[in-house]
């Protein structure tokens, strides 16, 4: 059974940085998504099992997904941020059956374990 839970979130000036954490185990593959609110949810930064990432263009440069496979911890490295990276805050999980057959990284239905989200707010 795998279970995903968010921390880190939080609020920061335009500019700042933040720190998301996620603790799951048993997944193959994983990913942050964001929701604002009025907007669908989006795709952050994904993480394969082989190491391999995926960034959205917003948040290349500034963002960095990384995992502690030992702590079974996904992260997620926010710098430089702005307004409007302002939304909840998920992680995702998937198992390797899923992950193979959704080979779309930012496909929502691809995760099958999602956390209850984690709140960022960037003031300007």
């Known amino acids: 059974q795998v279970q995903v839970v968010e921390s880190g979130g939080g609020s920061v000036q335009s500019g700042g940085s933040l720190r998301l954490s996620c603790a799951a185990s048993g997944y193959h593959c994983m990913g942050w998504f964001r929701q604002a609110p009025g907007k669908e949810r989006e795709g952050v930064a994904t993480?394969?099992?082989?190491?391999?990432?995926t960034y959205a263009d917003s948040v290349k440069g500034r963002f960095t997904i990384s995992q502690d496979i030992a702590k079974n911890t996904l992260y997620l490295q926010m710098n430089s941020l702005k307004p409007e990276d302002t939304a909840m805050y998920y992680c995702?999980?998937?198992?390797?059956?899923?992950?193979?057959?959704?080979?779309?990284?930012?496909?929502?239905?691809?995760?099958?374990?999602w956390g209850q989200g984690t709140q960022v707010t960037v003031s300007s």
């Open positions: 995702a999980a998937a198992s390797m059956a899923r992950c193979t057959l959704f080979v779309q990284a930012f496909g929502v239905h691809r995760y099958n374990y």
């Open positions: 993480i394969e099992n082989d190491g391999a990432t």
